[in-house]
């Protein structure tokens, strides 16, 4: 009985945590919650601009409704720290809660802290259990493991595909610089969200030439910082008629070579467009030069909505992380666009998946599918 009621309580800690999707980053995604005789009394999550941890926010709301949380439990979503950062250790503040019982849904993922404020909890006597809905958990910090664990962006790899596996249609049968919708409003509303829990979304100057997208973050909800809009263009080609030019509001970074021309940066600079230049080989950016200068703006999440010749590069270099690939039940044939050069079938390519999941998004004519899989697991320190 008691497993059950902590899968419930840790469910509400866990939707407190996802409702800060956005406004956390580059912090973690954390919710808690504080239970006497199985009702809650106080809740909270951590927002990045406001400073206490989730803990702290569900403790303060409980003093100034008047309850003292002696006696209580609290559900945490993530280990409570042990250290100084910009707050005071939370572990502390719950032993100075008196709480008499802890549960926690995963570990700090940084190998240096890890488990030091459950040992802190314990040695104050209160009773802690750890694991409990632990997977839902991780999934939900993927990116923040992986940024702490590797100092790079999570990788996620997103494509809209026919069902025969392709990215578009031959170019004589697209109009130009204009996008071709191959899935309905759900799943396009899908892609919305996965660029609101997104740092940053990169594509290359191929898909800015051909569609002429605005990246944009159209989820509609809250954000801290804005989506940071990468374009990799070695030679810098970006027309500044282009929609994503005209859009900036310092949220575009251009990623080009250190032979673009100077002119061409200096017009780019003076519209508000951010540019940068990194190492080169036979033409082509580093891809491992392209993640550092993101980690450099801790930019925690990365989302690749990309051409054939991107996606297989990015693969073919084992940068990819975690991919998400929606399938219409349309065909485009044999001479349409690949999904990733050199890579083949997109079918293929999720054979390489440790961890898999489907869902369908229905719509007028039919129904699309979503495939998610994950290429690493974040919270393994392992480079695999």
Same mark, same amino acid.
């Given at each position: 009985?008691?497993?059950? /009621?902590?899968?419930?309580?840790?469910?509400?800690?866990?939707?407190?945590?996802?409702?800060?999707?956005?406004?956390?980053?580059?912090?973690?995604?954390?919710?808690?919650?504080?239970?006497?005789?199985?009702?809650?009394?106080?809740?909270?999550?951590?927002?990045?601009?406001?400073? /206490?941890?989730?803990?702290?926010?569900?403790?303060?709301?409980?003093?100034?409704?008047?309850?003292?949380?002696?006696?209580?439990?609290?559900?945490?979503?993530?280990?409570?720290?042990?250290?100084?950062?910009?707050?005071?250790?939370?572990?502390?503040?719950?032993?100075?809660?008196?709480?008499?019982?802890?549960?926690?849904?995963?570990?700090?993922?940084?190998?240096?802290?890890?488990?030091?404020?459950?040992?802190?909890?314990?040695?104050?006597?209160?009773?802690?259990?750890?694991?409990?809905?632990?997977?839902?958990?991780?999934?939900?910090?993927?990116?923040?493991?992986?940024?702490?664990?590797?100092?790079?962006?999570?990788?996620?790899?997103?494509?809209?595909?026919?069902?025969?596996?392709?990215?578009?249609?031959?170019?004589?049968?697209?109009?130009?610089?204009?996008?071709?919708?191959?899935?309905?409003?759900?799943?396009?509303?899908?892609?919305?969200?996965?660029?609101?829990?997104?740092?940053?979304?990169?594509?290359?100057?191929?898909?800015?030439?051909?569609?002429?997208?605005?990246?944009? /973050?159209?989820?509609?909800?809250?954000?801290?910082?804005?989506?940071?809009?990468?374009?990799?263009?070695?030679?810098?080609?970006?027309?500044?008629?282009?929609?994503?030019?005209?859009?900036?509001?310092?949220?575009?970074?251009?990623?080009?070579?250190?032979?673009?021309?100077?002119?061409?940066?200096?017009?780019?600079?003076?519209?508000?467009?951010?540019?940068?230049?990194?190492?080169?080989?036979?033409?082509?950016?580093?891809?491992?030069?392209?993640?550092?200068?993101?980690?450099?703006?801790?930019?925690?999440?990365?989302?690749?909505?990309?051409?054939?010749?991107?996606?297989?590069?990015?693969?073919?270099?084992?940068?990819?992380?975690?991919?998400?690939?929606?399938?219409?039940?349309?065909?485009?044939?044999?001479?349409?666009?690949?999904?990733?050069?050199?890579?083949?079938?997109?079918?293929?390519?999720?054979?390489?998946?440790?961890?898999?999941?489907?869902?369908?998004?229905?719509?007028?004519?039919?129904? /699309?599918?979503?495939?998610?899989?994950?290429?690493?697991?974040?919270?393994?320190?392992?480079?695999?």
């Amino acid at each position: 009985m008691e497993e059950m /009621d902590d899968e419930h309580f840790m469910q509400r800690a866990l939707a407190l945590a996802s409702e800060t999707i956005g406004l956390a980053s580059p912090n973690p995604y954390v919710g808690c919650v504080l239970v006497r005789d199985g009702e809650i009394f106080a809740e909270g999550a951590h927002l990045y601009d406001q400073y /206490d941890h989730a803990e702290i926010v569900a403790l303060k709301q409980a003093a100034a409704h008047g309850i003292d949380p002696t006696g209580s439990t609290a559900y945490v979503t993530l280990e409570p720290c042990s250290h100084h950062g910009r707050t005071g250790p939370c572990a502390d503040a719950l032993i100075t809660a008196k709480v008499s019982r802890i549960v926690v849904a995963t570990q700090d993922p940084n190998p240096q802290v890890s488990g030091q404020g459950i040992a802190r909890l314990r040695a104050a006597g209160i009773d802690a259990t750890v694991g409990v809905l632990q997977q839902a958990a991780r999934d939900l910090n993927d990116a923040f493991a992986h940024f702490i664990l590797r100092r790079r962006p999570l990788v996620t790899l997103k494509a809209a595909l026919s069902v025969d596996g392709k990215l578009a249609p031959p170019p004589r049968h697209r109009a130009v610089t204009a996008p071709h919708w191959l899935t309905g409003p759900a799943a396009r509303a899908n892609v919305q969200r996965l660029r609101h829990a997104s740092d940053a979304i990169l594509t290359g100057i191929g898909t800015i030439l051909a569609d002429n997208p605005s990246l944009g /973050d159209r989820a509609h909800l809250p954000r801290r910082r804005p989506l940071l809009r990468v374009i990799l263009d070695s030679a810098l080609r970006i027309p500044m008629s282009s929609e994503i030019v005209r859009s900036t509001a310092n949220d575009v970074l251009l990623l080009c070579s250190e032979e673009a021309p100077g002119e061409r940066i200096e017009a780019l600079q003076s519209m508000g467009v951010e540019v940068e230049t990194i190492p080169s080989h036979s033409g082509h950016l580093s891809l491992e030069a392209v993640l550092d200068a993101l980690a450099r703006r801790t930019i925690l999440s990365l989302l690749v909505e990309a051409g054939s010749a991107l996606n297989g590069s990015f693969i073919s270099q084992n940068l990819v992380d975690k991919a998400v690939l929606f399938y219409s039940e349309t065909e485009l044939g044999a001479d349409a666009i690949p999904f990733a050069a050199g890579v083949g079938s997109p079918y293929l390519f999720e054979q390489r998946f440790k961890r898999i999941t489907r869902t369908t998004f229905e719509h007028g004519s039919g129904e /699309d599918a979503r495939v998610t899989g994950y290429l690493r697991d974040s919270w393994n320190p392992s480079p695999a």
